[in-house]
Every structure is written in C-alpha cells, then in structure tokens.
C-alpha cells in the first residue's frame, strides 16, 4: 500500500510559538491532502483539505490563520500552528488522496503537547 | 445527533471469539462505507471499503452494510490477540470524496 509519513512523530513547545508539521506522500502523488485532528479516545475531525497549488479549504469552525496549510507539491504538505496554545494540544494526522484509486492513506500522526 | 455513531466500547472478547463491530448513520446520502484500524498512537489503516449495500469478505473480516437501516457492521472471525486496536467507521457521499465522516471509534481487545 501507498505510504505517508509525518514529520516530527511528536513535538512539545510553550505557548506562543508556532510549530510546522510536515506529511509527505513517498511512493505516490497525492493531488489532494487531508488535515484531521484527534482527541483522545475520539474520532478524527477533518480541519481541511488542500490541493496541491491551491489554497486550503477550511471546515467551519476551523481557524485559517491559525492552522496554515501549504501544498506545495504533490508530495508535500505542511500544516503550521502559530501562536500555539495549550488547547491547540492534540494529535494531528494528514492524509493523502491516491490520484486514481480514490482511498486516503493516513500518515502515522503528530502528537502535539503544548506547554 | 452526530451523522455517524459507533459505540467507542471498550469492548474485550478472548482470542478465537467472532467479533461484531457497529455503526449507525443518519445521512442516506452516504454510498461508500469504510472501516479503518488503528493502533496507538498511529494512524488509521484502511481495512475493509464497500459501495452501497451488500457484504464483502476479506479473510478473517467480512463488512456487512444494510443502507435501509442505515446501519454496517465488521465481523472479525478467529479473533486474535493483534486485532486489539481501535476500530473507525467511515462513510463518504462519492468515490474519492473530498470528506470522510468517521465514526467514534471502538477500542476492542483481544486476550489471549
């Protein structure tokens, strides 16, 4: 099956400071990646969904200049958290739309704790 | 009312045991339904994807969705104990959607 990975597995800053997570598709081209967010013990909720050179479209309730997504190629895309604070903590996970088979293949996930 | 619901369990059965996975949806717009598994800490994997109502088997797992009840389900036979994960329900409207909508998730384990 087609693999993504994410950069890093986990990461803790103090409040104020922005944090970059990278999700690269390695052995497909996904013409559209996915940014979901998880709380413990439950499910993941979609935060937006970009295409590559285009900009992200935000599901309501989701704050655009806060979570910042750039999809820059069709093997990267990156979700940055600025000015993160402590309810920003949480485990981010993105996902890739495999060009021609129509499933989403998951990366492994970002645990971000903020302090 | 949440448009998917899964029981989030936990749910524990011994090793060999049938296991019956549920979720209830409310959208009768969804036509593709999909169940992932995922353990700690890691992302989902897909396990099982059917379009509209119907079985499908995989090995051990076999999806069942009855589109009129609104209501699918994944059976795990022969449980064993590296099944123990959490188990999300997901639906979309169309092939390739642009959204998922998950269930809770259910945490099951498996002991030996």
Redesign the interface.
Known sequence: ?AV?S?HPSRVICKSGTSVKIECRSLDFQAT?M?WYRQFP??????MA?SNEGSKA?YEQGVEKDKFLINHASLTLSTLTVTSAHPEDSS?Y?C?G?NRGL????????T?LTVT | QKEVE?D?GPLSVPEGAIVSLNCTYSNSAFQYFMW?RQYS??????LM?TYSSGNKEDGRFTAQVDKSSKYISLFIRDSQPSDSATY?CAMSWY??A???V????T?LTINP
Not at chain 1, 102 to 109: D, L, R
Not at chain 2, 41 to 46: A, F
Not at chain 2, 102 to 105: E, K, R, V
């Open positions: 099956g993504v994410q559209t996915f013990k439950q499910s993941l909720m979609l969904t479209t485990f996970i996902s739309l129509y499933e989403q293949y998951f990366g492994p996930g645990r | 899964q989030p992932y800490r890691k992302g989902p994997e897909l994807y999300l092939q390739g642009q959204k998922l998950f269930g809770q998730g945490r």
